[in-house]
């Protein structure tokens, strides 16, 4: 676990964070969904060493009109609370493992040029298995881009006068290639999207068609384009 996220959760647990803190880490918290796991997870944890102190600390309690108890020793006691805590922090330290071997290694998540919202819904697609819906979310972005590509490279010599003034015509030809260039590099990220959903769909052959495509590109992607290639390799 990241130290940084590590530091805000026992701050958060431990009540050391000001107001303003606490509803930005929660507000974290609610939109990302695998640190809102390690959040409740680590609190889980906390109760239960905090359950075992507390018992105890208050021994005999429930066995009313029976034999009182002995006395633990201070020593006992210490030796019990290490061994619960050692417990938790084992369970934790098992739990960020596997959490690591299943989703950073062997499966990692959906990358592109740019981290955004589509590629992370992309990526929850492909963790159910809808990888017909996630090509299909892919393939409509992609045919939107190529249009508008399509769109701005009739505006980057000149503007027409019929389109003039129209709400979808740029104002100027340097604003046209600006918005071109756009497009254009979203499109190599919608391609390297597509290759992802291909790979772990295991269509490998389709996806190392796009892969070699965008490696041969000057682009964002080109150099996870490669990578890609060499892992396929």
Not at 18 to 29: D, G, L
Not at 185 to 198: G, H, N, R, W
Not at 210 to 231: F, G, P
Request: hydrophobic fraction near 35%; aromatic fraction near 4%.
């Amino acid at each position: 676990m990241d130290s940084h996220i590590q530091d805000k959760i026992e701050r958060h647990l431990l009540g050391r964070m000001t107001e303003e803190e606490k509803k930005a880490f929660e507000a974290e918290m609610e939109a990302d969904e695998e640190l809102k796991k390690q959040y409740l997870l680590a609190k889980a944890l906390k109760q239960e060493a905090n359950g075992h102190a507390r018992q105890e600390e208050k021994p005999g309690q429930g066995n009313a009109g029976s034999e009182k108890e002995r006395p633990v020793s201070s020593s006992s006691k210490r030796k019990w609370m290490y061994a619960a805590v050692l417990m938790s922090v084992a369970v934790l330290v098992a739990f960020l493992y596997l959490h690591m071997e299943t989703t950073d290694v062997s499966d990692p998540p959906i990358r592109s040029g740019e981290s955004s919202a589509f590629n992370k819904e992309v990526d929850s697609l492909v963790g159910n298995k809808e990888y017909a819906k996630a090509l299909e979310n892919v393939e409509g972005k992609v045919t939107n881009c190529e249009g508008l590509i399509e769109h701005y490279k009739n505006f980057v010599d000149s503007i027409p006068a019929e389109y003039a003034g129209e709400a979808e015509a740029p104002s100027s030809p340097e604003e046209a290639r600006k918005e071109l260039k756009k497009a254009e590099a979203e499109l190599m990220d919608l391609k390297l999207i597509k290759a992802q959903v291909l790979l772990k769909k295991g269509e490998k052959d389709k996806a190392a068609a796009i892969l070699k495509e965008l490696s041969h590109e000057d682009s964002t992607v080109q150099e996870t384009a490669k990578e890609l290639l060499e892992e396929i390799d």
